[in-house]
């Protein structure tokens, strides 16, 4: 599967974004799907993932509460909605296919998990 996310953007304080992910090449009801963000000099780190039926999220402590995952099987895309940002959530931020089946209602939230992977689209808050 091919992804391609878009949607970043410069904000200010407080202010929100809507980060869309394309899919093609297979059907993304075959993957979980998550978002993952890099900021400069550090790791990727977990933001959201969503089960395949879009049942089941996650989200990373940083942004419960702010950010929505969602997704829509029949149009393949995967959403990310992000409000009240902070100048800490400026980042890369990519979306990722997750292939794997686990048990229960079980979604990783490790970036290894993660198969495919966009090529990211830049979200920058100011101060």
């Known amino acids: 599967v091919q992804l391609q996310a878009s949607g970043g953007g410069l904000v200010q304080t407080g202010g929100a974004l809507r980060l869309s992910c394309a899919a093609s090449?297979?059907?993304?009801?075959?993957?979980?799907m998550g978002w993952f963000l890099q900021a400069p000099g550090k790791e990727h780190e977990f933001v959201a993932a969503?089960?395949?039926?879009?049942?089941?999220?996650y989200y990373a402590d940083s942004v419960k509460g702010r950010f929505t995952i969602s997704r829509d099987n029949a149009r393949n895309t995967l959403t990310l909605q992000m409000n009240s940002l902070k100048p800490e959530d400026t980042a890369i931020y990519y979306c990722?296919?997750?292939?794997?089946?686990?048990?229960?209602?079980?979604?990783?939230?490790?970036?290894?998990?993660?198969?495919?992977w966009g090529q990211g689209t830049q979200v920058t808050v100011s101060s």
């Open positions: 969503i089960s395949r039926s879009g049942g089941v999220t």
């Open positions: 090449g297979r059907t993304v009801s075959t993957y979980a």
């Open positions: 990722a296919a997750d292939r794997h089946h686990y048990s229960g209602s079980y979604l990783s939230r490790s970036q290894s998990a993660y198969e495919y």
